[in-house]
């Protein structure tokens, strides 16, 4: 195997290992999906800028990839 196939398995299995196993990430899981950090997540909540998110119970704030993509691309 050469050098440029085994960095290419090992690029894809970065890539898969990197997926989230669950589309609703927690604040700090959708810090790092973003290379951000939990505080600023918290301060985009709180002064209504950042990706969206939903509230589940009132309490457990929570982010779907789709919309932490759409953020990214400048979606809203």
Known sequence: MTDLTLEAIRAVVREELGKPVSPWL???????????????????????????????QTRLVRYHVEDLDRFVRGER
């Open 26 to 56: 927690d604040t700090e899981q959708a810090a790092a999906y973003l290379g951000s950090t939990p505080g600023t997540m918290k301060n985009w909540r709180a002064t209504g800028h950042g990706p969206r998110y939903h509230l589940i």
